[in-house]
């Protein structure tokens, strides 16, 4: 059972607000990963992060900031919301990945549905 | 170039039947790991499978199992006795350095009674 925890599950805002998705994992894994999702499309990595303090930009050039002050938390902000941030935003995280020690899945929490109206 | 191509953007299958998921990867790393994920429309991402670069048998999880050709750079998705509860988008993915996971487009299954 994965203990990786996203909150708001749905959130409809209005253009132009400042939000925070939070994501949290109580599985003590270094590595924590943001992707974003339109519906039955594929899922595009806008920010990871190895580690405290390190944290990088994915592959989708994206407006929002992440944080990664704690081990277990990684947060995702958006400080000006806007129409085109309307998504699903999905958090994830895995333990190291050897291919010759064994899976290092990624674990993913529920989801954050986001409406900017 | 796409690491990871699914070339199925929909699919088909009878319940009870098996059918197979279409992947295929692009590396040059030696060491890699390919993963499969199901995708409800629920919209959480469930893992169902891992296969290791390494291993030289193919990987299965009761009735999941996956086809690995490495020669091919393939890693199909077989699903036998197929369920209702099958329908949903199926994603292959692919892990490079221990770190770096790159996913496909996905592949919506739905299973006809």
């Known amino acids: 059972e994965a203990d990786i925890y996203q909150t708001p599950r749905y959130l409809v805002i209005g253009t132009g607000k400042k939000i925070t998705l939070e994501c949290s994992q109580t599985?003590?894994?270094?590595?924590m990963y943001w992707y974003q999702q339109d519906p039955g499309m594929e899922l595009h990595l806008i920010h990871y992060?190895?580690?405290?303090?390190?944290?990088e930009k994915g592959d989708l050039s994206s407006e929002s900031t992440v944080s990664r002050i704690r081990t277990e938390h990684f947060p995702l902000t958006l400080e000006s919301a806007r129409p085109s941030h309307t998504s699903q935003y999905l958090c994830?995280?895995?333990?190291?990945?050897?291919?010759?020690?064994?899976?290092?899945?990624?674990?993913f929490g529920e989801g954050s549905r986001l409406t900017v109206l | 170039a796409q690491k990871i191509t699914q070339t199925q953007p929909g699919m088909f299958v009878q319940e009870k039947e098996a059918v197979t998921l279409d992947c295929t990867y692009d590396?040059?790393?030696?060491?890699?790991?390919l993963f499969w994920y199901k995708q409800p429309s629920s919209g959480e991402m469930i893992f169902l499978i891992y296969?290791?670069?390494?291993?030289?048998q193919n990987a299965t999880e009761g009735r999941y199992s996956l086809n690995f050709q490495k020669a091919r750079k393939s890693a199909n998705l077989v699903i036998s006795a197929s369920q209702l509860g099958d329908s949903a988008m199926y994603f292959c993915?692919?892990?490079?350095?221990?770190?770096?996971?790159?996913f496909g487009t996905g592949t919506s299954l739905t299973v006809i009674p």
């Open positions: 994830a995280s895995s333990e190291y990945g050897s291919e010759l020690a064994g899976t290092g899945e990624l674990f």
């Open positions: 599985m003590g894994h270094d590595k």
């Open positions: 992060s190895y580690g405290v303090n390190s944290t």
């Open positions: 590396t040059s790393d030696q060491s890699y790991g």
């Open positions: 296969q290791g670069s390494y291993d030289e």
């Open positions: 993915a692919m892990r490079e350095n221990g770190n770096q996971f790159y």
